[in-house]
């Protein structure tokens, strides 16, 4: 009988420590929920951080071509890659100039896409990626340092009111097609 009530004791302060943890890893998750949001406007091929409302930086970007489009939707920034490696179809493309990623790697949570620099800044402004968002490697750089995992990511495929007070009145944009990523 002794033995039983000391394994009950043990097993009651596992518990305590089981719960404790958890409930101190819920707090540290509501306190890191940012308000910060990255919009992205596939139209204008520009990409907005907004914290608390106010816009910090606009950067310009490629977009997907037309018949490998952007997702669009609101997802969350799940891997942070700096100097990151490219994987395709039986290629492995390391970390360098020739790296069509870039020198970082912004992975969303929508499988196979994400947000990075490029070895082809002549596309930015264009829709010429593979459906991920591509951006000049210095803003790219830049962008890194300002987000972290979990952040909010939006991708409009239409315009409304708030991209227009983010991007600024639209202008005629065509559909420029370059090749590549």
Same mark, same amino acid.
């Given at each position: 009988?002794?033995?039983?009530?000391?394994?009950?004791?043990?097993?009651?302060?596992?518990?305590?420590?089981?719960? %404790?943890?958890?409930?101190?890893?819920?707090?540290?998750?509501?306190?890191?929920?940012?308000?910060?949001?990255?919009?992205?406007?596939?139209?204008?091929?520009?990409?907005?951080?907004?914290?608390?409302?106010?816009?910090?930086?606009?950067?310009?970007?490629?977009?997907?071509?037309?018949?490998?489009?952007?997702?669009?939707g609101s997802y969350r920034i799940?891997?942070? %890659?700096?100097?990151?490696?490219?994987?395709?179809?039986?290629?492995?493309?390391?970390?360098?100039?020739?790296?069509?990623?870039?020198?970082?790697?912004?992975?969303?949570?929508?499988? &196979?896409?994400?947000?990075?620099?490029?070895?082809?800044?002549?596309?930015?402004?264009?829709?010429?990626?593979?459906?991920? %968002?591509?951006?000049?490697?210095?803003?790219?750089?830049?962008?890194?340092?300002?987000?972290?995992?979990?952040?909010?990511?939006?991708?409009?495929?239409?315009?409304?009111?708030?991209?227009?007070?983010?991007?600024?009145?639209?202008?005629?944009?065509?559909?420029?097609?370059?090749? &590549?990523?």
């Amino acid at each position: 009988m002794l033995k039983t009530e000391e394994q009950l004791r043990r097993l009651a302060a596992l518990t305590s420590v089981v719960i %404790i943890s958890a409930a101190e890893a819920l707090a540290q998750e509501n306190r890191t929920q940012s308000t910060r949001r990255i919009v992205i406007s596939i139209p204008d091929r520009s990409l907005a951080v907004i914290e608390s409302g106010r816009v910090l930086k606009v950067y310009p970007t490629a977009v997907g071509a037309s018949i490998t489009p952007t997702p669009t939707g609101s997802y969350r920034i799940i891997q942070r %890659i700096p100097n990151p490696t490219w994987y395709t179809k039986g290629r492995v493309v390391p970390p360098g100039k020739s790296n069509p990623l870039g020198t970082r790697w912004l992975g969303l949570s929508v499988k &196979g896409y994400g947000i990075h620099g490029t070895n082809n800044p002549s596309s930015i402004g264009h829709n010429a990626s593979h459906g991920c %968002i591509r951006m000049r490697n210095q803003d790219i750089e830049e962008l890194f340092e300002l987000v972290s995992i979990g952040d909010r990511v939006e991708l409009y495929r239409e315009r409304t009111a708030e991209l227009e007070s983010i991007f600024g009145a639209a202008e005629a944009v065509g559909d420029g097609v370059a090749a &590549g990523q």
